[in-house]
C-alpha cells in the first residue's frame, strides 16, 4: 500500500528557515504533488503544487517565501520555508496524486515563535 513519511518540521524563530520533506513509496505513477497546512483552530489551506512537469502554484501569503521541488525519481516533495512567520504555524500535510488518487502524509508540526 502507499505511505507518505514527512520529516523535517520543528520550531524556529521568526525569520528562520525549514525544509520539509516528503517520501512517498508505493506509488507507480505520480502527477502532482503539493503541500497542505492546518493551523490550530482553522480550515486546512493548500500552500504550494508542483506537476511532474515541473509547473509550481503558491498561495500568495508565501510567494516569495517558500519553495516547493521534486525528486520524480525518489518519489520525493520538499518544501523549502524561508523568512519564516508565526502566521506559518501549522501542521504541514503533503500530498500526492497518482492514478487521479490523493494520497496524504502524515503531518509534521512546524512552529514559529520567538
Known amino acids: 500500500q502507499v505511505q507518505l513519511v514527512e520529516s523535517g518540521g520543528g520550531l524556529v524563530q521568526p525569520g528562520g528557515s525549514l525544509r520539509l520533506s516528503c517520501a512517498a513509496s508505493?506509488?507507480?505513477?505520480?502527477?502532482?504533488m503539493g503541500w497542505y497546512r492546518q493551523a490550530p483552530g482553522k480550515q486546512r489551506e493548500l500552500v504550494a503544487t508542483i506537476t511532474t512537469g515541473g509547473s509550481t502554484n503558491y498561495v500568495d501569503s508565501v510567494k516569495g517565501r517558500f519553495t516547493i521541488s521534486s525528486d520524480n525519481a525518489k518519489n520525493t516533495v520538499y518544501l523549502q520555508m524561508n523568512s519564516l512567520k508565526p502566521e506559518d504555524t501549522a501542521v504541514y500535510y503533503c500530498?500526492?496524486?497518482?492514478?487521479?488518487?490523493?494520497?496524504w502524509g502524515q503531518g509534521t508540526q512546524v512552529t514559529v515563535s520567538s
Open positions: 508505493g506509488i507507480s505513477s505520480i502527477n502532482a
Open positions: 500530498n500526492m496524486i497518482g492514478g487521479w488518487r490523493i494520497y
